[in-house]
Each structure stands twice: as structure tokens, then as C-alpha cells.
């Protein structure tokens, strides 16, 4: 039979710290007190001041540095980046892959080889031919988007990007199945999603930053629009 726990005295006192890091007591860059002053504020010995420090560095809040002190590094614990996607609504991921492409269709604009041109070409290509079911069509126009931010060659905003893609892939399926009988290839592929895409890809190759950062601002707003 389970018991309930007793919580230790080093993760009463990391609470305790968090709680007061959170109400802005110390800001991000701060020196916290000493042991020797926090143990008394929160009633434990140093060791266990001690432990709950390493409880809050482990997590990202708090940074020990040798000789000078321990330092305030974030104002809350880090949350499960899977954990945020998956409980944020399908707008407010597409506003994160508006400021993410944006900057990635400028900078692949600027930075990139004939080889990203030639993929990009077949991904847009593969968005006609290569979606005949709606996840086909999600996965064939996820790659397409894929191959510009990877044009980038900026591994941060690929990263971000690769961590959209499940919770975007779900919700377009789910979107699209909502529509009208059809297949993708059909409807939302052609004219002029389609048009907007091979645009895109044009205004990277022809090295036009502010081109390609307005059209995939204006395509990726265009889904967000059709959501209301």
C-alpha cells in the first residue's frame, strides 16, 4: 500500500526560495544572500540551503558561481517545451511559426546555396504530387517548409521549427478534414496557396530578404485568419 510522502525539508526550502524569486524579490542577475542569512529567513540549516539551491540550479533557476555567489538566472522553472505545444491553441503556434519563418525566409534569402534552391523546388513540386490523403498533403507541405528555414542554415530556428511540427501537423489535419470533401491536392494545394509558395521560393532565389520575409508573413497570417 502507498503511503504519502513526507516532502524534505531541502524541497520545502527550494520551494520557498522559487516562491519568493517569482514575487520579484530578486531579480534575473541578482546575488542571492548567503547560507548563512537564508537559513535563518527560512528556517533550516545551511546544508539544507545548500540542497535546495542545487534543487533550483538543476532546473534552471538559480546559478552558482565559484568564488562570487549564487545567481538568479530565470523568475520561474523552465516548463516541458512538448508540454507548452501541446497545451497551447493551434493560433498561438502559428504566431510562434509566423516570428520563426519570417526571419528564417530573410535569412535564407541571404545565405543560401544552389543545392536549398534545388530542394525547395522538389519539396514545392512533391505539395502537388506527393499528397493524395490529407496527412500526405500535411507532411508533403510540412517539408516544404522545412526546406526554407534549413535554408537559414541558422540550427536554432530549425531546431524551434522541428519542435512545431507535431503540434501543427495534428492541427492541420484536423482543420483540414473539417473542410468540404475533396482531396488537399485538390483544393487548398492549388491556385493560390500554391502560387504563394513557388512566390516564396522565387524571392529567396532571386535574394530578396524583405520579400521573403513579407510572404511568408502573409501566408502563415493566412492561416491564422482562416481559424476565426
Known sequence: ?????????????????????????????????GETTLGPQLGVGRSTVREAIRQLAGRGVLQTRQGAGVFVTALDVREDWDVVLRQADIAAVIEGRIAIETEAAALAAQRRTASDIRAMRRALAQRITGGQTIEEYVDTDMAMHRTVVAAAHNNVLLE????????VRQAMIDMLNLQPAGTPCDSDA?????E??????QAIADREP???????????????????
Request: hydrophobic residues 50%.
Open 1 to 33: 500500500m502507498k503511503q504519502v510522502q513526507r516532502t524534505s525539508l531541502a524541497d520545502q526550502a527550494a520551494r520557498l526560495l522559487l516562491e519568493r524569486i517569482r514575487s520579484g524579490e530578486w531579480q534575473i542577475g541578482a546575488k542571492l544572500p
Open 160 to 167: 524551434l521549427f522541428d519542435g512545431f511540427v507535431p503540434r
Open 190 to 194: 492549388s491556385g493560390n496557396d500554391q
Open 196 to 201: 504563394a509558395h513557388a512566390a516564396l521560393v
Open 210 to 228: 524583405t520579400a521573403a520575409a513579407q510572404l511568408s508573413r502573409a501566408h502563415l497570417a493566412s492561416l491564422k485568419a482562416a481559424l476565426a
